[in-house]
């Protein structure tokens, strides 16, 4: 089962809480509705076969949503060095989470062998 740090779920909740469809968002909130348990210093756990692909695919565009905005920022308002390397900082870590919920998508597609 898939265990987020409390800071990855709270990302991920904020933005899927920022989409305007109700029917994606519940793909999200049934999941950790039936899956409330975080990962924590004590806990190891990271495999990722019980997030479903509907659940991680909306995470994933939400997540999307937050770092296209951050990006515009970026590129359209003066920042200072620190607000930069902040959003920079941001936009580093949505990524890790991104890449953690395409291995949830990659892990529930059936695989050919030969």
């Known amino acids: 089962m898939q265990l987020f740090t409390p800071k990855a ?19 999200w909130t049934a999941w950790v509705a039936a899956h409330p348990e975080i990962r924590t210093s004590q806990s190891n756990q990271h495999d990722v076969g019980d997030l479903p692909r509907n659940a991680a695919a909306v995470a994933l565009a939400a997540l999307e949503n937050v770092a296209s905005d951050l990006k515009h920022k970026l590129c359209t308002e ?9 959003i920079e900082n941001s936009l580093a870590y949505i990524g890790t989470v991104e890449n953690v919920l395409l291995g949830a998508m990659e892990a529930e597609r059936p695989r050919l062998v030969a």
């Open 9 to 27: 779920r709270r990302l991920i909740d904020g933005a899927v809480a920022q989409l305007t469809d109700d029917h994606l968002r519940t793909h």
């Open 78 to 86: 003066e920042l200072s060095e620190d607000d930069y390397s902040d």
